[in-house]
T-cell receptor, first 111, second 116 residues
Framework: AQRVTQPEKLLSVFKGAPVELKCNYSYSGSPELFWYVQYSRQRLQLLLRHISRESIKGFTADLNKGETSFHLKKPFAQEEDSAMYYCALSGQETSGSRLTFGEGTQLTVNP | EPEVTQTPSHQVTQMGQEVILRCVPI?????FYWYRQILGQKVEFLVS????????KSEIFDDQFSVERPDGSNFTLKIRSTKLEDSAMYFCASSKLAGALTDTQYFGPGTRLTVL
């Protein structure tokens, strides 16, 4: 079974502070991990995926298979980063590529 | 940039009625998905669809649910006899590829279904 856990429902930081959104997963095979973001009144959109190993909008995430984690980090948060962030997993062994989502973390960046 | 569209944005229905939620995936995409999110809960996978058949479904996707691609553009989710607990936001998504290397899934804006 696939499972994704985001332990923080709410996270509040000040502009310019570092931010880390935690994500842990459970999956017996080779997972693909994603971060999706939903800005206010907008649709879910992909922020980044672990196989790309790139930084998007200053965010990075490293897959740690030993700790089964895929935490999202940004060194200096901006007000426009305020949004709902979802960690998601897809199992390569599963046809159809269903995404299993975490509960989401609402990030608020205060001025 | 092409986007997934969904209609209606909000649907209100009486318990026991049938509803059809509509989606237009991105035109060159081959895989289609439905997810739902009950208020305050996580986004849950319902079903994936490829080559005119279901490729995977979750335990939520019981006999009350069905999906169809009636023409070359629309992808629909039908709930035959709605229950109060079907009230949720329903998201359609599409991707070019799937399988061994998961392609990005692009989501629609969602349809909020309210069952009274």
């Amino acid at each position: 079974a696939q499972r994704v856990t985001q332990p923080e429902k709410l996270l509040s930081v000040f502009k310019g502070a570092p931010v880390e959104l935690k994500c842990n997963y459970s999956y017996s095979g080779s997972p693909e991990l994603f971060w999706y973001v939903q800005y206010s009144r907008q649709r879910l959109q992909l922020l980044l995926r672990h196989i790309s190993r790139e930084s998007i909008k200053g965010f990075t995430a490293d897959l740690n298979k030993g700790e089964t984690s895929f935490h999202l980090k940004k060194p200096f948060a901006q007000e426009e980063d305020s949004a709902m962030y979802y960690c998601a997993l897809s199992g390569q062994e599963t046809s159809g590529s269903r995404l299993t989502f975490g509960e989401g973390t609402q990030l608020t960046v205060n001025p | 940039e092409p986007e997934v569209t969904q209609t209606p944005s909000h649907q209100v229905t009486q318990m026991g009625q049938e509803v059809i939620l509509r989606c237009v995936p991105i035109s060159n995409h081959l895989y289609f998905y439905w997810y739902r999110q009950i208020l305050g809960q996580k986004v849950e996978f319902l079903v994936s669809f490829y080559n005119n058949e279901i490729s995977e479904k979750s335990e939520i996707f019981d006999d009350q649910f069905s999906v169809e691609r009636p023409d070359g553009s629309n992808f629909t989710l039908k709930i035959r006899s709605t229950k109060l607990e079907d009230s949720a936001m329903y998201f359609c998504a599409s991707s070019k590829l799937a399988g061994a290397l998961t392609d990005t899934q692009y989501f629609g804006p969602g349809t909020r279904l309210t069952v009274l």
